[in-house]
Protein backbone atom coordinates (compact mmCIF):
# COMPACT_ATOMS: atom_id res chain seq x y z
CA UNK A 1 0.00 0.00 0.00
CA UNK A 2 1.03 3.63 -0.43
CA UNK A 3 2.64 5.29 1.95
CA UNK A 4 4.00 8.87 2.98
CA UNK A 5 6.11 9.14 5.91
CA UNK A 6 7.76 12.14 8.13
CA UNK A 7 10.53 10.36 10.15
CA UNK A 8 10.18 14.04 12.31
CA UNK A 9 7.83 15.24 14.67
CA UNK A 10 9.24 18.27 16.08
CA UNK A 11 11.77 20.16 15.21
CA UNK A 12 13.14 23.23 16.40
CA UNK A 13 16.10 25.71 14.70
CA UNK A 14 17.42 28.71 15.60
CA UNK A 15 16.19 31.60 13.37
CA UNK A 16 18.74 32.33 10.19
CA UNK A 17 19.66 28.66 10.15
CA UNK A 18 18.85 26.00 7.85
CA UNK A 19 16.35 23.35 7.25
CA UNK A 20 15.52 20.38 6.13
CA UNK A 21 12.33 18.24 6.75
CA UNK A 22 12.41 14.50 5.61
CA UNK A 23 9.65 13.14 3.64
CA UNK A 24 9.31 9.25 2.40
CA UNK A 25 7.33 7.71 0.02
CA UNK A 26 6.11 4.51 -0.94
CA UNK A 27 5.06 4.01 -4.65
CA UNK A 28 5.70 1.90 -7.73
CA UNK A 29 5.25 4.82 -10.58
CA UNK A 30 6.98 7.70 -10.20
CA UNK A 31 4.36 10.03 -7.48
CA UNK A 32 2.98 13.34 -7.33
CA UNK A 33 4.47 15.02 -4.08
CA UNK A 34 3.26 17.80 -2.58
CA UNK A 35 4.37 19.52 0.77
CA UNK A 36 1.83 21.74 2.66
CA UNK A 37 2.33 24.24 5.61
CA UNK A 38 -0.26 24.91 8.38
CA UNK A 39 0.46 28.08 10.40
CA UNK A 40 -1.40 28.25 13.62
CA UNK A 41 -5.31 28.81 13.16
CA UNK A 42 -4.80 28.57 9.36
CA UNK A 43 -5.62 26.49 6.88
CA UNK A 44 -3.14 24.45 4.61
CA UNK A 45 -1.78 26.04 1.86
CA UNK A 46 0.41 24.63 -0.64
CA UNK A 47 3.95 24.99 -0.54
CA UNK A 48 5.30 23.52 -3.29
CA UNK A 49 4.78 20.25 -5.75
CA UNK A 50 6.48 17.77 -7.78
CA UNK A 51 4.83 16.50 -11.00
CA UNK A 52 7.44 15.66 -13.02
CA UNK A 53 10.41 16.60 -14.94
CA UNK A 54 13.18 18.75 -13.04
CA UNK A 55 13.75 17.24 -9.98
CA UNK A 56 15.00 20.09 -8.07
CA UNK A 57 11.55 22.44 -7.04
CA UNK A 58 10.86 25.78 -5.79
CA UNK A 59 8.56 26.73 -3.87
CA UNK A 60 6.80 29.58 -1.99
CA UNK A 61 8.70 31.67 0.78
CA UNK A 62 11.93 30.54 -0.11
CA UNK A 63 11.26 26.77 0.15
CA UNK A 64 12.47 24.30 -2.32
CA UNK A 65 12.45 20.34 -2.38
CA UNK A 66 14.16 17.36 -4.13
CA UNK A 67 12.94 14.44 -4.89
CA UNK A 68 15.48 11.57 -5.60
CA UNK A 69 13.95 8.32 -6.67
CA UNK A 70 17.01 6.42 -5.12
CA UNK A 71 15.83 7.20 -1.79
CA UNK A 72 12.11 7.60 -2.50
CA UNK A 73 12.81 11.09 -0.47
CA UNK A 74 10.99 14.23 -1.10
CA UNK A 75 12.63 16.38 1.58
CA UNK A 76 12.21 20.12 2.08
CA UNK A 77 14.36 22.96 2.54
CA UNK A 78 14.77 26.43 3.08
CA UNK A 79 18.64 27.75 3.22
CA UNK A 80 17.75 30.53 5.86
CA UNK A 81 14.45 30.26 8.24
CA UNK A 82 12.45 33.09 9.24
CA UNK A 83 10.60 32.93 12.97
CA UNK A 84 7.23 33.34 10.81
CA UNK A 85 8.71 29.86 9.41
CA UNK A 86 6.81 28.24 12.72
CA UNK A 87 4.15 25.99 11.58
CA UNK A 88 3.10 22.12 10.81
CA UNK A 89 4.19 20.65 7.81
CA UNK A 90 2.53 18.20 5.60
CA UNK A 91 4.18 15.87 2.70
CA UNK A 92 1.45 14.35 0.70
CA UNK A 93 1.23 12.44 -2.31
CA UNK A 94 -2.13 11.11 -4.25
CA UNK A 95 -3.31 7.65 -3.88
CA UNK A 96 -3.26 5.67 -6.69
CA UNK A 97 -2.04 8.50 -8.67
CA UNK A 98 -5.82 10.92 -7.72
CA UNK A 99 -4.68 13.87 -7.54
CA UNK A 100 -7.94 14.73 -5.91
CA UNK A 101 -7.12 12.00 -3.38
CA UNK A 102 -4.07 12.42 -1.31
CA UNK A 103 -2.14 10.08 1.10
CA UNK A 104 -0.77 12.67 3.94
CA UNK A 105 2.01 12.39 6.10
CA UNK A 106 2.26 12.76 10.06
CA UNK A 107 3.49 16.02 10.09
CA UNK A 108 6.43 17.82 11.51
CA UNK A 109 5.98 20.75 13.64
CA UNK A 110 8.80 23.39 13.29
CA UNK A 111 9.83 25.79 16.30
CA UNK A 112 11.96 28.79 15.46
CA UNK A 113 14.05 30.12 18.19
CA UNK A 114 15.20 33.52 17.85
CA UNK B 1 -5.91 31.27 -6.38
CA UNK B 2 -9.61 30.84 -5.21
CA UNK B 3 -10.49 31.20 -1.53
CA UNK B 4 -12.16 29.09 0.91
CA UNK B 5 -14.20 30.91 3.87
CA UNK B 6 -14.60 28.22 6.62
CA UNK B 7 -17.11 28.80 9.29
CA UNK B 8 -17.40 28.49 12.57
CA UNK B 9 -13.65 28.31 12.79
CA UNK B 10 -14.10 26.86 16.27
CA UNK B 11 -16.55 25.93 18.60
CA UNK B 12 -17.44 23.91 21.75
CA UNK B 13 -20.27 21.78 21.67
CA UNK B 14 -22.09 19.76 24.19
CA UNK B 15 -22.41 16.09 23.76
CA UNK B 16 -25.34 14.49 21.60
CA UNK B 17 -25.78 18.14 19.55
CA UNK B 18 -24.75 18.91 16.11
CA UNK B 19 -22.83 21.28 14.59
CA UNK B 20 -22.95 22.42 10.84
CA UNK B 21 -19.63 23.61 9.08
CA UNK B 22 -20.19 26.08 6.32
CA UNK B 23 -17.49 26.12 3.22
CA UNK B 24 -17.97 29.37 0.74
CA UNK B 25 -15.47 29.60 -2.06
CA UNK B 26 -15.29 32.33 -4.01
CA UNK B 27 -15.28 31.09 -7.46
CA UNK B 28 -16.71 27.78 -9.05
CA UNK B 29 -15.06 24.63 -8.36
CA UNK B 30 -15.94 21.30 -9.82
CA UNK B 31 -14.97 19.22 -6.36
CA UNK B 32 -15.14 19.96 -2.77
CA UNK B 33 -13.63 17.97 -0.34
CA UNK B 34 -14.21 17.35 3.62
CA UNK B 35 -10.99 16.24 5.66
CA UNK B 36 -10.49 15.46 9.23
CA UNK B 37 -7.27 15.94 11.72
CA UNK B 38 -7.62 14.48 14.70
CA UNK B 39 -5.06 15.89 17.26
CA UNK B 40 -1.71 14.01 16.80
CA UNK B 41 -3.01 12.78 13.53
CA UNK B 42 -2.61 13.25 9.84
CA UNK B 43 -5.42 14.85 7.63
CA UNK B 44 -8.23 11.79 6.87
CA UNK B 45 -10.73 12.29 4.29
CA UNK B 46 -13.83 12.19 5.25
CA UNK B 47 -16.01 12.31 1.78
CA UNK B 48 -15.68 13.88 -1.42
CA UNK B 49 -18.90 16.89 -1.85
CA UNK B 50 -20.80 16.43 -5.31
CA UNK B 51 -23.04 18.88 -6.36
CA UNK B 52 -26.46 18.19 -6.93
CA UNK B 53 -26.06 14.12 -5.71
CA UNK B 54 -25.16 12.37 -2.39
CA UNK B 55 -21.85 13.08 -1.09
CA UNK B 56 -19.62 10.50 -1.59
CA UNK B 57 -18.26 8.98 1.58
CA UNK B 58 -14.65 7.15 2.65
CA UNK B 59 -14.57 3.92 4.39
CA UNK B 60 -15.00 4.68 8.36
CA UNK B 61 -17.68 7.34 7.58
CA UNK B 62 -21.23 7.43 6.83
CA UNK B 63 -24.03 10.37 6.01
CA UNK B 64 -26.04 9.52 9.26
CA UNK B 65 -22.58 10.75 10.78
CA UNK B 66 -21.68 13.20 8.88
CA UNK B 67 -24.56 14.32 6.34
CA UNK B 68 -22.99 17.16 3.42
CA UNK B 69 -24.91 19.04 1.33
CA UNK B 70 -23.52 20.60 -1.88
CA UNK B 71 -26.36 22.98 -3.58
CA UNK B 72 -23.98 24.66 -5.90
CA UNK B 73 -20.86 24.55 -7.46
CA UNK B 74 -19.50 27.63 -4.52
CA UNK B 75 -20.63 26.23 -1.73
CA UNK B 76 -20.94 22.90 0.78
CA UNK B 77 -21.97 22.73 4.51
CA UNK B 78 -20.59 19.15 6.53
CA UNK B 79 -22.94 18.62 10.00
CA UNK B 80 -21.14 16.46 12.31
CA UNK B 81 -24.37 14.97 13.88
CA UNK B 82 -24.71 13.18 17.78
CA UNK B 83 -21.67 14.55 19.03
CA UNK B 84 -19.43 13.22 21.24
CA UNK B 85 -16.07 13.88 22.75
CA UNK B 86 -14.00 11.58 20.06
CA UNK B 87 -15.82 13.91 17.17
CA UNK B 88 -13.35 16.50 18.57
CA UNK B 89 -11.28 17.73 15.73
CA UNK B 90 -10.00 19.82 13.26
CA UNK B 91 -12.32 19.54 10.39
CA UNK B 92 -11.21 21.18 6.89
CA UNK B 93 -12.72 22.06 3.94
CA UNK B 94 -11.23 21.49 0.42
CA UNK B 95 -11.46 22.35 -3.18
CA UNK B 96 -9.91 21.65 -6.79
CA UNK B 97 -8.68 24.48 -9.01
CA UNK B 98 -7.43 24.00 -12.54
CA UNK B 99 -4.53 26.06 -13.11
CA UNK B 100 -1.60 26.15 -16.40
CA UNK B 101 0.11 23.45 -13.57
CA UNK B 102 -2.60 21.05 -13.57
CA UNK B 103 -5.32 20.92 -10.36
CA UNK B 104 -4.60 22.09 -7.24
CA UNK B 105 -6.26 20.94 -4.16
CA UNK B 106 -6.53 24.30 -1.71
CA UNK B 107 -7.95 24.53 1.58
CA UNK B 108 -9.92 26.38 4.09
CA UNK B 109 -8.81 27.78 7.66
CA UNK B 110 -10.34 24.96 9.55
CA UNK B 111 -13.25 24.30 12.05
CA UNK B 112 -11.88 23.75 15.30
CA UNK B 113 -14.10 21.56 17.26
CA UNK B 114 -14.49 20.03 20.69
CA UNK B 115 -16.77 17.95 22.54
CA UNK B 116 -17.51 18.32 25.72
Redo the contacts between chains.
Sequence with gaps: AQSVTQPDIHITVSEGASLELRCNYSYGATPYL?W?VQSP??????LL?Y?SGDTLVQGIKGFEAEFKRSQSSFNLRKPSVHWSDAAEY?C?APEGGN????I????TSLAVNP | SAV?S?KP?RDICQRGTSLTIQCQVDSQVT?M?WYRQQP????T?IA?ANQGSEATYESGFVIDKFPISRPNLTFSTLTVSNMSPEDSSIY?C?A?ETTG??????????TQLSVL
Design positions: FYGQGLQLKFFANRKLWGLG | IQSMFGQSLLTLSTEGEKLFFGSG
